[in-house]
């Protein structure tokens, strides 16, 4: 006996116009449909990116003078470095450091301890010694440094502290 | 790969009765007479709002409520973002043609008497919707913090005060304080983004199936032709005639947001005198012409202005309860006199948004919105042959 065949197949083999007609036409739809719907998503992709904002450069600035009470009392501050932010130390009354305060790890942000003379990262434990290098917990790289120059202004006045991009 | 699809459906099925659903929908007829275009104005409202919806979700990626920063927000988006000023043309352009058509879909209801029993209800949250639309646009209004927006909200929210007894509390309400400053800002944002689109979801799905379970109203004087037409199918046919509106409208936005894009004008300054002709959006118009032609001064210590105020309350109130107060329709299937006082009232409507801008522009669209209706009802009315 032979299979019951559908109309369908039959006009495929036979290549009956119409049906070919109309496959090209589905075919048409499909790629207007898809072009519609690509001309709706690229833009709302591109929207959905965040633009890039050119941010100044900062190369230099001005810290504050020697005797900042909070530098002195807790022996660092955090200055803002452009939009970066910057541990300024201080390890003796002539010797200033200065690091990108952004722990390596996880991008918490680091202080100074001056007992046991450590950059420290309250979030998981990471440790600095006083060059940036990493020396405890999981930090994997050591801290940016920066250098720092006292500038004095006027005699008799405290110096400024001045860090620069190295 | 079919076969994972059935497999996949019917599982579903047997958890969501699909085939319940797609039994529903293949039932779903909608009749054919004269007037079958106006079935489609609902859904291409129901479309903008979907517009609005994403449009609306992704400028707040970039915008800052804060009378700090909301102006320069925006500014970044038409200037910085990729496509942002399209996103936002597109927003504002899509509110526009929303209100719009949501005004010609109540219109053509109202004429076809679909409110007559049993869709009263579908008319009052019709009517909210619209409501809830125009509150849309005033709150949306403010947003860009700019000259014109800060100057129309003043004005906007003044009016609230000179109601009567609650006026004074309406108006600290909606300013959120004594006067239009950032608290305003945030207050209008809080209504824009959650409030409004939080009772907008819920009478919206009301209104939406109560359409489905009732269907279409036929309006009378069409039963008749309705009867000896075959009715459309809603799946495919109407559906599809639908879509391909829908697709025109997405042209229509897209062409109308890319050669016009919405201007941001000036930061609002609180200390510049005002705008020489500060004007609120078309679709307050005339409310705000009306009240213009009331002169200052008192009657029975209510101000001249609160009259026409209290006057357009009450027309809403009317509005909405048009169902309860049409009797002879619901007895005899005929109400002239309802026919006659929206004729009028679309008139006055009209009439006064034309004189408001001076323009003859207001009626040109009434009568290219007809025509174009028209145009449509041809192609949309004859039952497809199988």
């Not at chain 1, 690091?99 to 942000?109: N, S, V």
């Not at chain 2, 058509?101 to 008319?123: C, G, Q, S």
């Not at chain 2, 849309?136 to 003044?158: C, E």
Request: proline letters at 7%.
């Amino acid at each position: 006996m032979e299979p019951v065949r559908s109309v369908r197949e039959d006009e495929l083999e036979t290549g009956n116009p119409d049906q070919l007609r109309r496959r090209f036409v589905n075919w048409l739809l499909g790629c207007s449909v898809a072009g519609l719907f690509g001309s709706i998503f690229y833009p709302v992709f591109r929207y959905m990116s965040p633009p890039e904002v050119p941010e100044a450069t900062t190369n230099q600035i001005e810290a504050g003078p020697t005797n900042d009470p909070e530098l002195l009392e807790r022996g660092y501050k955090i200055v803002r470095f452009g939009s970066e932010p910057v541990i300024l130390v201080r390890v003796a009354e002539d010797d200033y450091r200065a690091f990108a305060a952004t722990c390596t790890h996880l991008d918490c942000i680091v202080e100074y301890q001056k007992d046991t003379e450590r950059i420290w990262c309250n979030c998981h434990n990471g440790e600095y010694d006083l060059s940036g290098r990493n020396v405890g917990g999981p930090p994997p790289r050591p801290l940016e440094t920066f250098s720092v120059h006292l500038a004095s202004t006027t005699p008799g006045q405290p110096s400024n502290i001045v860090v620069v991009r190295s | 790969m079919f076969e994972a699809g059935d497999r996949v459906y019917g599982w579903l099925d047997d958890r969501i009765s699909l085939s319940g659903l797609r039994e529903v929908a293949a039932h779903k007829t909608v009749p054919v007479h004269r007037y079958t275009v106006c079935y489609y104005f609902g859904g291409m409202t129901l479309f903008f709002f979907l517009v609005q919806v994403v449009s609306g979700i992704l400028l707040m990626l970039y915008y800052r409520p804060s009378a700090d920063e909301a102006f320069e927000s925006v500014e970044f988006i038409m200037t910085t973002v990729s496509f942002g000023w399209l996103i936002r043309s597109i927003h504002s352009w899509s509110a526009h043609l929303m209100i719009f058509f949501a005004f010609v879909h109540l219109v053509t209801v109202y004429f076809m008497k679909a409110y007559r029993p049993p869709r009263e209800i579908t008319w009052m949250t019709g009517v909210l919707l619209l409501f809830l639309g125009m509150a849309f646009g005033f709150s949306g209004y403010l947003l860009p913090w700019n000259q014109l927006a800060f100057f129309a909200t003043n004005v906007g929210t003044d009016i609230a005060g000179a109601v009567p007894f609650v006026g004074e509390w309406a108006m600290r309400f909606l300013r959120g304080g004594d006067r239009v400053a950032g608290g305003t800002l945030s207050r209008f944002y809080g209504w824009h983004v959650a409030i409004l689109p939080a009772i907008t979801t819920v009478v919206l799905a009301g209104h939406i199936l109560l359409v489905q379970i009732l269907g279409m109203s036929t309006p009378p004087g069409q039963e008749k032709e309705a009867k000896r037409r075959r009715p459309m199918k809603f799946l495919p046919d109407f559906l599809l005639r639908d879509l391909f509106g829908w697709t025109l409208a997405l042209a229509l936005l897209a062409t109308l947001a890319a050669m016009f894009p919405w201007e941001l004008g000036d930061k609002a300054d609180p200390f510049a005198p005002a705008y020489k002709d500060i004007k609120p959006e078309w679709y307050f118009m005339f409310m705000f012409e009306t009240l213009k032609v009331v002169p200052g001064g008192q009657i029975l210590g209510i101000e001249y202005e609160a009259i026409p105020i209290l006057g357009f309350a009450l027309a809403g109130l009317l509005l909405l309860l048009v169902p309860f107060l049409d009797r002879r329709l619901a007895d005899s299937g005929r109400s002239p006199l309802f026919t006659g006082i929206g004729v009028l009232a679309l008139i006055y409507i009209v009439g006064m948004t034309a004189w408001g801008y001076r323009s003859l522009v207001p009626v040109y669209v009434v009568l290219l919105t007809a025509a174009l209706a028209f145009f449509l009802s041809i192609g949309t009315r004859r039952t497809p042959r199988r």
